[in-house]
Structures are given as C-alpha cells and as structure tokens.
C-alpha cells in the first residue's frame, strides 16, 4: 500500500469509533482522512441524527480543508473501524465540484484498490447539460 494511503488509512480508522451523543445523535461510526496537492491532511467523521439528518466522513474533511483555503484532494480515504468505505454518489460529486481538477482524486475503495474520482463518475454531469 502506498505510504500516504496508509496514513490517511490509519487515519481515518482511529476516528471510526461509534459514539452516541445524546438520543438523537450519533457520530464517528465513519472517519475520513484526505491529502491535499500541498501535502496537508484533513479529516473528518460522520454525523447521523434522528430523521436521516447528517453528512458523511468526507463532507466534514472537506469543510476542515476548505476552511484552510485548500480545494485540490490528491488521496481520500473513509474507513469504518476496520475496513474502508468507498465514498458514496453524492461524496463523489462533491469531491469533483469543488475543484475540478480532482476528477484525478485517488480514492481507496478497498484495503487492495484505489482508484480515481473520474472513473468512479464515467458520466459525470456538467453545467452545460443541466442549464439546457
Ligand atoms: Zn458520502
């Protein structure tokens, strides 16, 4: 495995533990761990609430990058506690719109498989075919 996937991996799994923060409120149950083209890491956990409120891992990594000015994701990986958890359809799209150059974003599907957002979203849409 790659050196950086292995920490973004290593990462992401120690912030993987379930919490429960009140009766509504659950959060950890997926960490998510994301380099930047200038070498910094972000990370972040998953927020469920009570009436499918919440975002995932990679949504609150992302938030902690852009509040540090970075939008460029060279690696990500979300990981529940043992395993990683390929991003779904809506992390996908957000990880491409906000820079377009991440279509080249790796991403770790599995412990032996990374691959990039492009091939995760063949058909991705654009402005273009939404505005007609
Ligand atoms: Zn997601």
């Known amino acids: 495995m790659d ?75 979300a990981a529940n506690s043992n395993t990683p958890v390929p991003a779904c359809g809506r992390c996908r799209e957000m990880i491409r719109m906000i820079n377009e150059e991440n279509m080249e974003t790796e991403v770790m599907v599995s412990e032996n498989e990374i691959v990039k957002i492009k091939d995760l979203l063949p058909y991705a849409w654009t402005l273009d075919t939404f505005d007609k």
């Open 3 to 77: 050196k950086d996937f292995e920490i973004l991996y290593k990462k992401a799994k120690e912030l993987a533990h379930k919490k429960r923060l009140n009766a509504f409120v659950k959060y950890g149950h997926v960490g998510a761990a994301l380099m930047t083209d200038k070498g910094n890491i972000y990370t972040g956990v998953a927020i469920t609430c009570a009436c499918q409120i919440g975002f995932c891992a990679e949504h609150s990594a992302i938030s902690e990058m852009l509040k540090n000015n970075e939008s460029r994701i060279v690696k990500i990986v």
